[in-house]
């Protein structure tokens, strides 16, 4: 996405927060209010659990259980998800680490089969990578996969060889800098949730989550959980909305809208640079 989409999206996205729900989500998602509308982002996971130790992993993959995707369920909910939207933009296929599930290449093709137009891309911190089998590059190639490459610090040396095994195997690849976490978390649970809400989603930070029957509004209330046993903590975890159900326009309705979760997420947040270990709670909390 060039610099100036980005701009121009993320005022999009401050001006739909600030709407009713049914104009932001007209405005977020340029899709007027249908039976079978368009639905911008969707992320999964294919594993919970991942072969680093962020500290601050939005997704709270140090503290997750070895955890992966079923195939016939992530199955049923894009046939589902097919029959709600006329369209999903974009979906990365998430963790965790993906590449440590054994059947990576089925999910790829379960997603392409359903949204032929989308986006499609394989987010991996790349410690795999290189050594992945002729099948897997065949199905990035045949589905239209990019990978999408997390670059912390201990990836960068790998950097241009991975390029070139890309290159090599003719699927585009795309490198994102990851070299600082931010610390959000308000044990408290003070913050304004419409204040918090407005500011994410003003951020660009618009990331619904498919897991298992249900789309939640972002990583932090899906996976609340972990968090929770973690740090003998109670920050609410949130319940989603079903596909079974709902209808596309209610679900970008409720994507639109804040939850509890939002009072433990400050818009102020604290950068510390990456690291690698066991984890430490601090480096989650504000």
């Known amino acids: ?36 509308p368009v639905l911008r982002y969707l ?54 680490e993906p590449l440590l599930h054994p059947d990576c290449v089925s999910f790829l093709q379960i997603v392409r089969d359903a949204f032929p137009a989308c986006r499609l891309a ?4 790349g410690l795999l990578l290189a050594r992945q089998s002729a099948e897997f590059w065949k199905a990035c190639r045949a589905t239209r996969t990019i990978i999408s490459l997390s670059v912390y610090p201990p990836v960068r040396p790998q950097v241009e060889m991975l390029t070139a095994r890309c290159r090599e195997e003719r699927v585009p690849l795309e490198c994102v800098e990851s070299g600082m ?16 809400f407005r500011f994410c989603r003003g951020s660009w930070y ?16 899906c996976y609340a959980a972990y968090w929770n046993r973690a740090a003998k903590d109670g920050m609410p975890a949130e319940d989603g909305i079903a596909l079974g159900s709902a209808t596309g ?30 984890p430490r709670l601090e480096d989650w909390i504000r």
């Open 1 to 36: 996405m060039s610099r100036l989409s980005f701009l121009a999206a993320s005022a999009a996205n401050r001006l739909a927060a600030c709407l009713p729900s049914s104009l932001g989500r007209w405005l977020r998602n340029r899709s007027w209010p249908c039976a079978r």
């Open 43 to 96: 992320e999964f996971h294919l594993t919970d659990h991942c072969n680093m130790n962020c500290g601050g992993c939005t997704h709270f993959a140090p503290m997750a259980d070895r955890w992966f995707a079923d195939k016939e369920r992530v199955t049923a909910d894009f046939d589902r998800l097919k029959a709600l939207f006329r369209n999903i933009r974009e979906i990365r296929v998430m963790g965790g």
């Open 206 to 221: 618009f990331c619904p989550i498919l897991r298992e029957g249900r789309v939640y509004r972002c990583a932090m209330g």
């Open 181 to 196: 976490f931010l610390a959000r978390y308000i044990p408290e649970g003070n913050v304004d949730v419409r204040k918090a």
């Open 249 to 278: 326009p209610e679900i970008l309705d409720y994507l639109m809208r804040p939850m509890p979760t939002c009072a433990y997420c400050s818009p102020k947040a604290r950068a510390f640079a990456w690291r690698n270990g066991t």
């Open 122 to 125: 394989l987010v991996t911190n």
